[in-house]
């Protein structure tokens, strides 16, 4: 008879462990209950990302707070496993990052492995992530009301979708691991400690490029092509906020009256969103009128750039 194999979790204290076990379940269920409230954008769609509180800029799962039966979540700062690889302190390459510069390396080894520019993952980066007091972006980021963590704060199905699929780094990190069953599904006493590496900036970084590949791949394939640094990252970050199909709807003919109203509302409110629906006509309009807006100020890859 042979014995199981060690969780994944063994080496952590029990309390460290209790707690991560407690949250995964805490997470799963506002996933669903968001997805619940919320739909989807279609087909390969990614959840949108939580919201980034020094901005103002709310996500879809705020709505969360609405329905979930105990909102009193609060975040965890706490890292889990230790981080993958070492973030240099000295300045990596061309990339001009500010309090941020340690994680230009990393930035840079995860665009030259996916075929990106460095400066539109940092721009992601920058819209999703919170900061902490002295401008550097928060690794430990996590939304009280939703599952989304991490510098590119991604919701757990949409960080257990990319562990799971071939080719992504990712999925290499699991494998090594051992936390993927022969099928390539995780397996369930892996769970928390995937999910923790969303705190680990080396793992959040690579995954976002991945993400982000994968995203213009699919657009490229429905004909929707990005040419140039601006309008590459505005494509991989509208994928990346509003999941694939919602991102195809808003580049091509724009999304419905319905569903636009619904995303509108959940960022800015109700009555705000009421107000800008009124002015522009139409509830379509006005989501694409602020949304363009969030993005023309937010992802600016040349900021990111040194003279």
């Known amino acids: 008879?042979?014995?199981?194999?060690?969780?994944?979790?063994?080496?952590?204290?029990?309390?460290?462990?209790?707690?991560?076990?407690?949250?995964?379940?805490?997470?799963?269920?506002?996933?669903?209950?968001?997805?619940?409230?919320?739909?989807?954008?279609?087909?390969?769609?990614?959840p949108i990302?939580?919201?980034?509180?020094?901005?103002?800029?709310?996500?879809?799962?705020?709505?969360?707070?609405?329905?979930?039966?105990?909102?009193?979540?609060?975040?965890?700062?706490?890292?889990?496993?230790?981080?993958?690889?070492?973030?240099?302190?000295?300045?990596?390459g061309p990339l001009r990052l500010g309090a941020n510069q340690a994680l230009a390396p990393a930035l840079e080894r995860a665009a030259a492995r996916t075929g990106l520019d460095p400066a539109m993952l940092a721009?992601?980066?920058?819209?999703?992530?919170?900061?902490?007091?002295?401008g550097s972006w928060d690794p430990a980021s996590r939304n009280p009301r939703s599952s989304a963590a991490g510098l590119g704060q991604f919701l757990s199905g949409t960080w257990i979708d990319e562990a799971r699929r071939p080719g992504s780094w990712l999925n290499g990190i699991a494998g090594e691991r051992g936390w993927l069953a022969r099928d390539g599904s995780l397996k369930p006493e892996a769970r928390?400690?995937?999910?923790?590496?969303?705190?680990?900036p080396t793992a959040s970084i690579e995954a976002i490029a991945d993400h982000a590949a994968a995203n213009l791949r699919r657009l490229g394939a429905r004909g929707i092509a990005s040419t140039g640094r601006a309008e590459t990252a505005r494509a991989a970050y509208l994928a990346?906020?509003?999941?694939?199909?919602?991102?195809?709807?808003?580049?091509?003919?724009?999304?419905?009256?319905?569903?636009?109203?619904?995303?509108?509302?959940?960022?800015?409110?109700?009555?705000?969103?009421?107000?800008?629906?009124?002015?522009?006509?139409?509830?379509?309009?006005?989501?694409?009128?602020?949304?363009?807006?969030?993005?023309?100020?937010?992802?600016?890859?040349?900021?990111?750039?040194?003279?």
Do not use: N
């Open 240 to 307: 990346h906020h509003l999941g694939l199909g919602d991102a195809m709807r808003h580049l091509g003919g724009g999304l419905g009256d319905d569903r636009a109203g619904r995303l509108l509302a959940a960022q800015v409110g109700g009555a705000a969103a009421g107000r800008r629906i009124a002015a522009a006509g139409s509830a379509a309009g006005a989501h694409r009128a602020w949304l363009d807006h969030y993005v023309d100020q937010r992802i600016r890859p040349g900021r990111f750039v040194a003279a």
């Open 123 to 134: 721009s992601i980066i920058d819209a999703e992530a919170a900061r902490r007091r002295d």
């Open 49 to 92: 990302a939580a919201e980034r509180p020094t901005s103002g800029l709310l996500r879809l799962d705020t709505l969360i707070e609405a329905l979930a039966a105990d909102d009193r979540l609060q975040p965890v700062l706490t890292p889990g496993p230790a981080p993958l690889a070492s973030v240099p302190d000295q300045p990596g």
């Open 192 to 200: 928390p400690a995937l999910l923790a590496l969303r705190s680990d």
């Open 1 to 46: 008879m042979t014995s199981a194999p060690p969780s994944p979790l063994a080496p952590l204290p029990p309390s460290v462990r209790a707690d991560l076990l407690y949250r995964a379940a805490r997470f799963e269920l506002d996933s669903r209950l968001w997805q619940a409230a919320l739909g989807t954008g279609g087909e390969g769609t990614a």
